[in-house]
């Protein structure tokens, strides 16, 4: 009599690299936990003070706002805030000055950013030192820099005043008419921002690799040539990045002309922010303040997602 063992089938070893892999995934999801659970202060934080009060401004913009010993009272949904701020002739001002400053000190501060970085760049000695008085204008705060122009538009002892008096122009007033308070607003912003333009821009040439330049020279290829070629081409990206964070912060404008010029004369500086600002604490129209607020805040993103999509694709085409 025979005896037959059964036929058992032997599940092949599971190899030591997909044990491994799985070892690291749950390594990443306590890593994960860990920092949620160490972030989780701060993100609490910027939920009470950022996102918090963004939901408020919404909440009364399209709400019947009115103030309480207690505060403010919400009744009802209507649209009519957004409606007062349409048919608003300061807010459709306000809107096209907002745009127009912010073109305009952008573009003159990236044009005059980059040519002193390309400067810069080229320089061997005293870098270092060009670069400590670049920032000065950058570092200092937004109402010195506005309290300082301010002295030097004075038309009765600005610095302005003594030149054109010794120029025989005149004495000029430079923030009491409409035209040239928008200039002068422009000159007090371009001086203090082009620094921060520069100093991106000069890191976005420092990575160029030097192998392009001196194919560029073997090839006989000038200095207008060069730039357009090569270095303009390999500064988009850098230069992106700069016109972002710069129409973020011009379209948010409100300190400067606060300072300056009060948003006069009459409203001719006054900005989008400046005028919720007015609206909301000045003349206690709390829900078409909001409105504004609120608007203003809607532009800023869509500008910038339209930014950035119109920035990827162009990427992805060059590649």
């Known amino acids: 009599m025979s005896t037959s063992t059964p036929n058992r089938v032997i599940a092949p070893a599971r190899p030591a690299s997909s044990r491994a892999g799985r070892h690291d995934d749950v390594f990443r999801r306590q890593l994960a936990r860990l920092g949620w659970g160490l972030s989780s202060p701060a993100l609490i934080l910027i939920a009470a003070v950022t996102i918090f009060p963004i939901c408020y ?24 805030n957004y409606s007062i701020m349409v048919h608003a002739a300061q807010w459709r001002y306000a809107l096209f000055f907002t745009v127009f400053y912010t073109v305009v000190t952008v573009a003159v501060e990236v044009a005059i950013g980059t040519a002193i970085a390309l400067v810069l760049e080229r320089l061997t000695v005293g870098r270092g030192w060009m670069m400590a008085l670049l920032l000065i204008p950058w570092s200092m705060i937004t109402v010195i820099n506005a309290q300082l122009w301010g002295y030097i538009y004075n038309p009765t002892y600005g610095a302005l005043d003594n030149i054109f008096s010794h120029l025989g122009l005149g004495t000029p007033v430079f923030l009491g008419t409409r035209v ?28 160029i690799p030097r192998d392009y330049y ?54 001719s500086t006054q900005p989008l922010a400046i005028l919720a600002y007015n609206a909301m604490f000045r003349d206690l129209d709390f829900g078409p303040g909001a409105a504004v607020a609120t608007s203003t805040a809607l532009l800023v993103v869509i500008g910038s997602l339209l930014f950035l999509k119109v920035f990827r694709s162009q990427a992805g085409s060059e590649a």
């Open 57 to 80: 401004a919404i909440a009364m913009s399209v709400s019947n706002v009115s103030a309480t010993g207690n505060g403010f009272s919400l009744s009802g949904l209507t649209g009519s």
């Open 214 to 267: 001196e194919a560029a020279e073997v090839d006989g290829a000038n200095g207008w040539t060069t730039f357009w070629r090569i270095t303009f081409p390999q500064l988009r990206p850098t230069i992106a990045l700069a016109v972002l964070f710069r129409v973020l912060q011009a379209f948010g404008l409100f300190d400067l002309p606060f300072v300056l010029t009060s948003g006069g004369p009459g409203y």
């Open 180 to 207: 040239p308070a928008i200039a002068a607003l422009m000159v007090a912003d371009i001086w203090k921002t082009t620094p921060f333009v520069a100093i991106i821009v000069l890191a976005g040439l420092v990575m």
